[in-house]
DNA sequence: TAGAGGGACCGTAACGTTTCAGATTGTTTT
DNA sequence: AAAACAATCTGAAACGTTACGGTCCCTCTA
């Protein structure tokens, strides 16, 4: 017995069917007590494990996993409370089907696309990558059903997402209605190319990633409708996405753009770091800048932030569950979640207010 | 062509072997490069999505991945900071080596172990999970390299961790230094079945979680050695982990020991949980009350808590590539990582203090 | 006692791939 | 001109399992 114990090694030793040894396992109501017992016995005599996971997978043609698709250092994704409250939502949906979770190694530098081909899932949930990467191809090209999240309407692909322009237009709109005309915006990547820079019009229309596209496009069109010429809204973009960077972004613009007045971020992270960059400088929030937010982190919370909240857990189960649940599949299914504009402390008129947009 | 196309019936389509068919994948070097367009070329037009990655696992004895068992509700996992350091480095070490990480479905209630056999992955890291959970028996039956974490040492197996006992020494000698003799401890749970209550010494002896009954066997020693009853210090046992749990546990603590001047607990959210129940009765830390913790998360430094800082993050970046190694396998390999006794303010003299222990 | 019914088990055919040891060329070396 | 070589491609044998459609035999019923 040098080489290990196979199902077809303990049927022979028995002097049974292999089938009689696989329904030993998976369908103990097909054989009688007595063999069933006889056959776990010999099994744990020879070291036999039970039956391999990847030969069944491959006979049944189910793997019992759900693949996770991220495009980030991984190891990103559980540093950012966002992708973690997405996470947490997912596995809570795998979870109760009692799939795996198989997280993608697809780091945004290496081009390798092999790990995609290589895992052994039934499915993909796919969470916010720019809409030109080539994993994302990778995982279009699998037969496999497919969830997207946070992107924008793949044919025939199943969507999860939230409005972000509706989301992100109440939330201009408050800060338009508070007097402020001379705004700034810090953004997150927009690309696969880095450009920790102020942003062109045209790179903010050719955004890969869905969600900044979105929201830009948001903001530019009710601050156009307010008399704001967007042309001239400085925005300023961050390849990374923590809270430093959020302060490099907002030093970065406000040196150039001492006069703004609000600075509109489209993360909470960006935003917390702005307001560390504000307290910096001595500006006071909301008196001497308003800042808001997107996302509705807890951290968000702790200094309260005005933002938007997002159910970013509810936005991964929805997703898991869409990938798990078995239904008939005529057309694909799209699922937007609600958003609720959060009114926190980082918001005010600008000292010298002009006139305000509505009424009083 | 009504059945996906399949390697086979890509290389009869092509009129080759389907040896030139997997080489155009996997071994472009061993084919012309004419052929090998043409190969691709037909397969883009039969939709044949490249080689299925499971009947590759079967013949190639690799899946590409790592399983993580944690027996807790995976969303758990995402809520407490010190597992979602754990995952990042594990994460790390996994993106590092180019394969998957598997997240396995292993909730506490859930007596099914089916998912641990289902799991098609290269190994397993098994995470902070009680001696007597049959998850682990399963993993253990699985014929794949595993690394246990925070575990006692099992035969043959690698393992990684930090000398609970020797750090948790450090805290509670420095707790005595300032005078404490009349203290209580908060402690996670001891083993599958709830007990949010006190804990009797035998329970604490016979606690299944190995991190938890070393901890609280080191208080012990080195309590006793400072002349203090152990079997009178009240030891408060939460089987959930949050602040809340933490603030209730000490709520029951001081209700039934007022006295008490120091509260040793055993992990940073439980003591994060402590702080805030002692400021709700009007406990001024760390005049009234000496609040210690042990993980050294980021919410511990911002409460500036006296704690055990772990490099939580190596551990699980250890884990991962301890899995991953191919190194030759002569004897289990153990990783014992240094933790450093971070002072906070969280400590002082109790108000009405005895002889120190040592010398002035 | 014939026939129906059902429990227990079996044989064969996939599932889709990679691997290994050749076979077949055309080209160079001696 | 024979031998050696490299480049290219092939055939058959695994890899370990489960699905499907049986067969066999015993018991129950009328």
Redesign the interface.
Known sequence: MRR?ATLASLAAELGVSRTTVSNAYNRPDQLSPELRDRVLKTAERLGY??????????RTRK???A?LLLTE???Y???DPAA??F???L??A??D?????????A?PQ?E?V??V????VDGFVVYSVPDDDPHLAAVM???VHTVVCDQPQLEDVDRVGIDDGAAITKLAEHVLRLGHRSVGVLCMRLGRDRNDNFVSVDRQRSAHYHVQRRRLGALASVFESAGVDWSKVPVVERFDHTSEDGASAAAQLLDKHPDVTALVCTSDILAVGALTEAKRRGLRVPIDLTVTGFDGIAEADRVELTTVRQPIQDKGRAAGQLLLSAAERNGPKLITLDTELLIGATCGSPRNAEEPWFGP
Do not use: I, K, T, Y
Request: aromatic share 2%; hydrophobic share 40%.
């Open positions: 290990p494990p039970g039956p391999d996971p990847v030969a069944r997978s491959l793997a019992g996993a693949g250092n991984l190891s994704a559980f540093r973690v409250g996470l947490e939502g596995a809570l795998c979870e089907a009692g799939v795996g979770l198989h997280l993608v190694p780091s290496r390798d092999a790990a081909h290589r895992a052994g090209s699998r037969p």
